[in-house]
């Protein structure tokens, strides 16, 4: 099976621009969360979906927002981005066992704000 | 809230050292216990799990895991650590019906060969 994939791999953009960033899941995996990681404070949970709606969602402002295709493709989007939005926010997928199971991560998207 | 603790943040080492990792969780009820690593350069893989049963775990390329309830934690170890054992490493809970983890803010291990 293919992985989880993600992209692009790195983005440059500009204080006050938008930015959606793509996740695609392992093949049968229904459950898509992303994740914002920074140095020195780890991974920190944005949200998660689950056939095309937010189960889960963590402590970020409005302009982080998400979406699940119902191929569970997902998309992140970051409106009027910041320079404290710079980081690696990755993307990880969980089958549907019914059952504790781990999540399998992409690459992630290194997003540079300058 | 459930939080997840690492108390050490960066760990260096030379080779054929032994490894001990700390990783405390604040959650009371029962948990599902993960430890991912992530290698310069690579993503984020899943190290090994604890579910239920054996409370000693063993994952991949040496590495093992206690949990120990009493004291809510589940530490990393490995024996003897190698050069390309440097990596970033996250402990991480969820709770019961949960597949949502919450991430210890990681450990950056350094092993000089």
């Known amino acids: 099976k293919a992985g989880v994939t993600q992209t692009p791999r790195y983005l440059i953009k500009t204080r006050g621009q938008q930015v959606t960033l793509s996740c695609s899941p392992i093949s049968g995996h229904r459950s898509v969360s992303w994740y914002q990681q920074t140095p020195g404070q780890g991974l920190q949970f944005l949200f998660e979906y689950f056939s095309e709606t937010q189960r889960n969602k963590g402590n970020f402002p409005g302009r982080f927002s998400g979406r699940q295709f119902s191929n569970s493709r997902s998309e992140m989007n970051v409106s009027t981005l910041e320079l404290g939005d710079s980081a690696l926010y990755l993307c990880a997928s969980i089958g549907a066992s019914g059952g504790p199971s781990e999540q399998f991560f992409g690459p992630g998207t290194r997003l540079t704000v300058l | 809230a459930q939080s997840v603790s690492q108390h050490n943040h960066h760990v260096i080492l030379s080779e054929a050292a032994s490894l001990e990792l700390g990783c405390n969780y604040s959650?009371?009820?029962?948990?599902?216990l993960f430890w991912y690593v992530q290698y310069p350069g690579q993503h984020l893989q899943l190290l090994l799990k604890?579910?239920?049963?054996?409370?000693l775990v063993k994952g991949i390329k040496g590495f093992e895991a206690e949990f120990i309830k009493s004291k809510f934690s589940f530490n990393l170890r490995k024996p003897s650590v190698q050069w390309s054992d440097t990596a970033e490493y996250f402990c991480?809970?969820?709770?019961?019906?949960?597949?949502?983890?919450?991430f210890g803010r990681g450990t950056s291990l350094i092993v000089h060969p």
């Open positions: 991480a809970v969820t709770s019961k019906g949960s597949y949502i983890p919450t």
């Open positions: 604890y579910f239920s049963g054996d409370p």
């Open positions: 959650y009371g009820g029962t948990v599902n």
